[in-house]
């Protein structure tokens, strides 16, 4: 079976963390192009060292400077953020499957640039 690679909104979320469960235990399965997340920062950067997605959405500025502090220098997960950047990570290329898990309003354009 071939690898689907997965854009998922609302990485930090309990839906988003039990569809990364699930890709962590099927890795011949899934992987990981992009991940969104609001303000949990340190759970976002723990999910990017373990999936080495693309890039990662954060709500703003300020928490993209956070996320990209707690990663390694290394790291080539692009860093976005505001709706621009969620919008471009429910969209990304790579990404044949966008699961979309968050909350409210802040969900609908990232959902609908999938």
């Known amino acids: ?8 909104l609302g990485s930090t979320g309990s839906i988003g963390c039990n569809a990364l469960r699930v890709v962590r235990q099927f890795p011949e399965r899934f992987a990981v192009s ?7 920062v340190a759970l ?4 990017v060292r373990l999936f080495a ?10 928490a993209a400077g956070e996320l990209k502090a ?3 220098a290394a790291c080539r997960t692009r860093v976005l ?12 290329d790579s990404a044949e499957v966008t699961l979309s898990a968050m ?7 990232p959902t609908l640039a999938a």
């Open 1 to 8: 079976m071939a690898q689907r690679r997965l854009s998922i």
């Open 34 to 40: 992009a991940l969104a997340a609001k303000r949990n």
């Open 44 to 47: 976002l950067a723990e999910q």
């Open 53 to 62: 997605p693309e890039a990662a959405a954060v709500f703003d500025e300020a």
């Open 70 to 72: 707690l990663l390694p």
């Open 81 to 92: 953020h505001g709706d621009s950047g969620y919008a471009a990570v429910g969209a990304w």
């Open 103 to 109: 909350v409210g309003g802040a969900g609908l354009r």
